[in-house]
């Protein structure tokens, strides 16, 4: 699922839970198979034809959100409206959320506008989790869980 993510040619993406390699490089390759895109600001850095300014007023093939549920009444409407919008035009979006979201992104409206949410987590012993979810009009309809252990054996690291 994490390469069908990759292919998209249109649709939402939300990150949750600091995943910034990971954003990373969806946004990149992103934009890079685009041509050009425009992030809110930029929390990691990126390569390429990347523009930084306010996504409401300009027109790219390619968007980078940054926290989405952390915006208040007017803000978050007007954020979906313009998903809505973009979803329509065939536009990528990335919304990349710094706080843990994943079994409880359907308590959240943003949920019927996400095509996919990888919910990402460093586990103890340095192992990294990411749970990834495809939505279909605010439902899970797949999940799959993947697991990144580290390379070292036993308690501490070896020399």
Known sequence: MLREILTLESGTLMISGGGKRLARLYFQSWAERKGRALA?????PV????????????????????NPLSRKGAEREKLLRWLEMKREEGKL??????????????????RN?????IAYRRETMGA????????????????????????TSGFGSER
């Open 128 to 151: 990294e989790l990411l749970k990834v979810y495809k939505l279909e009009n605010g439902r899970v309809v797949e999940r799959k869980t993947y697991v990144r252990r580290p390379m």
């Open 93 to 110: 979006v990335l919304l990349y959320e710094e706080r843990y979201v994943a079994d409880s992104i359907t308590r959240y409206k943003i």
């Open 40 to 44: 809110e600001e930029l929390p990691f």
């Open 47 to 66: 390569e390429g034809e990347i523009y930084v300014g306010n996504p409401f007023r300009a027109d790219f093939p390619v968007y980078l959100i940054i």
């Open 113 to 117: 506008h996400l095509d996919y949410l």
